[in-house]
Every structure is written in structure tokens, then in C-alpha cells.
């Protein structure tokens, strides 16, 4: 017997000529022992289904504190997939803070960014309990790397060891960003949410609301400088498999092998400097800057097609261009000159 009956599944966008991805066998956590349920209520329709389509691959997913297993497919964005998940629990897509790939803990190393790997198994992680905190920016910085879901919320992905805000007991890393003087950062990328905290002047007094990811009973056991430390780049979050699925800026997916040790070293040394010079952190803008830079024999080169690509409303200095051009070659030296 499953655990609950599903109600019948709200209507919704479906993916337009998106791909369709697949996962292992079933993992199970906590309550949701052996039961499963299902996005699709097709399944007695397989005689209108042309001979030559290819069945849908499925991941698995779970809510991160707890649930059976549902299973996900016919996704091409992370958008979608987060609709996709909300549909599968009928929960609200608005519930939902970010995703986490083969942990149901609030591990930022293992947070779903621009690609899964198909071999991996999704938990969500829903919203908690929300907190208003006052706080005084007696720093220039305030010791905070910022990333956001993909749709629509920026969250706290790491928080720097004796900075203001780890001084600061009830600020964890998890934290959604909703508010910010009142005003809603809901739809805004974190880019421009750390952008808002970097102009706010030393010595002023600001009120942020912030909301915590539900915890099960399990995820708090540790020491809490592990928990406010576990954005550090001791894991690095390209896929477990030996293909991912990539999200793409123009909104389609694409199944490709995994990254190289090229690659894998130039995403981290360029998300490193978004971290350093803008408080931000993203795989999946990191990537994208790495692909316009990868068949590029120059730094001029490099700058003409980031000004010609979407990134140009970022407004990236010429210096922090050349900084980016640096990161991109010494992964490609790096790369040849190691031994095989």
C-alpha cells in the first residue's frame, strides 16, 4: 500500500521539445521506505504512442525532510523541474527553496546548479520557518557568497568564518533572502541582491527576513562549523555521472559527457572569482563564461563575445575580463602540460 493517495495532478506548462532524462533504481530515506509516487498519469495510454518514441527516463526525487518517491521527467529547465516536483507532492512550485543532488541535507556542495548528472536523485528542500534580523554593517563586507535556485530565489550558499554575518547565531547557510529593508527579493537574481547588500554604507543598520529550509529531525545533528561551512570547495558539483544534463541559457537541456579536468579546474577558478568579486556563486554562469572563452585564442576575442552574449548586461570591467581570460588559460596549461 503507498503512503497517500495523490490527488489528481494540477493542469500546467509541459516542456516544449525538451529532452528527457533518466536515473538509477530507487532510493529510499526515512519515512518513504518502498513507496513511490508518479508525475504521469499516462500510463494507460501506451497504444496511442507511436512505435518509434523513445519511453521517458525518469529521475527520483524526494522532499528532502521526508516523503515517498516520485518520479520526475519531461523537464528542460530548472523552472520546469521545479514544476514538475510540485506537481508530483501537490505542493505549491512557491514552496520550494532549491534542490539538492544524492543528500537530503542542506549540503551546498551537493545544490543542484546548472546540470544533473543521470545517475543522480533529487531532493527538495522546502520552505521553513521565516526569521526578521537587524543587522549592523560595521564591515565593508559582510562575509556572504549568494547563489540563487534558478527561479526566483537567492539563498545564503556560504558564510565566512568570523565575518559579521557568522557572528550572527541565527543566520545559516540555506537561508533564503526574501526581504531586504522590506523590500521583496523574490525574483531577483543574487547578482543583484548582493549587488543591494555591497551598496548598503559601513556603519548602517539594515533589516533583513530570511527563511530557513525545513529541517528533519536528523539534518542539525554536527558541529555548526561544519553546517556554516558547507559551501566550501570541498565538493564540487558537476555531476555524479559519466553523462549530465546540462540547462542552457537559451532554456533547453542537452545530455553531454561529463566535463574534463580542464574544464572541471577553469568553472572553479572562474566561480571562485565571481565569488571574490561579486559575492556570488554559480556553476551554471560559470560554465557559460568558460564555453564563450573555450575556442578563444585571445583576451579581445573573449571580451568581444561576452559583450555579444547575455552576459553583457553584467558589465564586467575590462580588469575583471582579464581576470576571467587568466583563469580560462592557466586551466588549458594546466591541462597540457600534466602528465597523462
Not at 516544449?16 to 532510493?27: E, K, L, Y
Not at 520552505?127 to 534580523?133: D, L, T, Y
Not at 559601513?202 to 530570511?210: A, S
Not at 561579486?278 to 571580451?303: P, V, Y
Request: charged share 25%.
Amino acid at each position: 500500500m503507498p503512503l497517500f493517495t495523490r490527488k489528481s495532478p494540477k493542469q500546467g506548462p509541459t516542456a516544449d521539445g525538451g529532452s528527457q532524462f533518466g536515473s538509477r533504481s530507487s532510493m529510499n530515506s526515512g519515512s518513504s521506505q518502498g513507496s513511490h509516487i508518479s508525475n504521469n498519469n499516462n500510463n494507460n495510454n501506451n497504444n496511442s504512442i507511436p512505435e518509434k518514441t523513445k519511453p521517458p527516463l525518469v529521475f527520483h526525487c524526494q522532499l528532502a525532510h521526508g516523503s515517498p518517491t516520485g518520479l520526475i521527467h519531461d523537464f528542460s529547465s530548472v523552472r520546469e523541474l521545479y514544476q514538475k516536483i510540485a506537481e508530483c507532492f501537490d505542493i505549491s512550485e512557491k514552496d520550494i527553496l532549491f534542490c539538492t543532488l544524492n543528500s537530503h541535507k542542506v549540503d551546498m556542495t551537493r545544490l543542484l546548479g546548472g546540470q544533473i548528472g543521470l545517475d543522480d536523485f533529487i531532493f527538495a528542500h522546502r520552505k521553513g520557518r521565516p526569521k526578521e534580523i537587524e543587522i549592523v554593517k560595521s564591515q565593508d563586507a559582510l562575509g556572504l557568497t549568494i547563489t540563487d535556485n534558478g527561479a526566483g530565489y537567492a539563498f545564503i550558499k556560504r558564510i565566512k568564518e568570523d565575518s559579521i554575518i557568522d557572528r550572527i547565531e541565527h543566520i545559516c547557510v540555506g537561508d533564503h533572502i526574501e526581504k531586504l529593508n522590506g523590500q521583496n527579493m523574490v525574483g531577483k537574481r543574487h547578482y543583484e541582491v548582493a549587488r543591494m547588500l555591497k551598496d548598503i554604507a559601513t556603519g548602517e543598520t539594515f533589516t533583513l527576513r530570511l527563511v530557513e529550509p525545513v529541517r528533519s529531525g536528523f539534518q542539525g545533528i554536527g558541529p555548526r562549523s561544519q553546517s556554516r561551512a558547507s559551501g566550501s570547495a570541498g565538493g564540487k558539483n558537476y555531476g555524479s555521472g559519466k553523462e549530465t544534463l546540462r540547462f542552457k541559457a537559451n532554456g533547453n537541456a542537452q545530455i553531454e559527457p561529463q566535463f574534463d579536468e580542464a574544464t572541471v579546474a577553469g568553472i572553479e577558478a572562474i566561480n571562485n572569482l565571481l565569488e571574490s568579486f561579486m559575492g556570488i556563486n554559480d556553476t551554471e554562469l560559470a560554465s557559460q563564461i568558460w564555453d564563450l572563452g573555450d575556442q578563444k585564442s585571445n583576451s579581445m576575442d573573449f571580451a568581444e563575445a561576452i559583450d555579444n552574449s547575455d552576459l553583457e548586461s553584467f558589465g564586467f570591467t575590462d580588469d575583471f575580463i582579464i581576470e576571467l581570460w587568466g583563469a580560462i588559460t592557466d586551466a588549458r596549461r594546466k591541462s597540457t602540460t600534466s602528465p597523462k
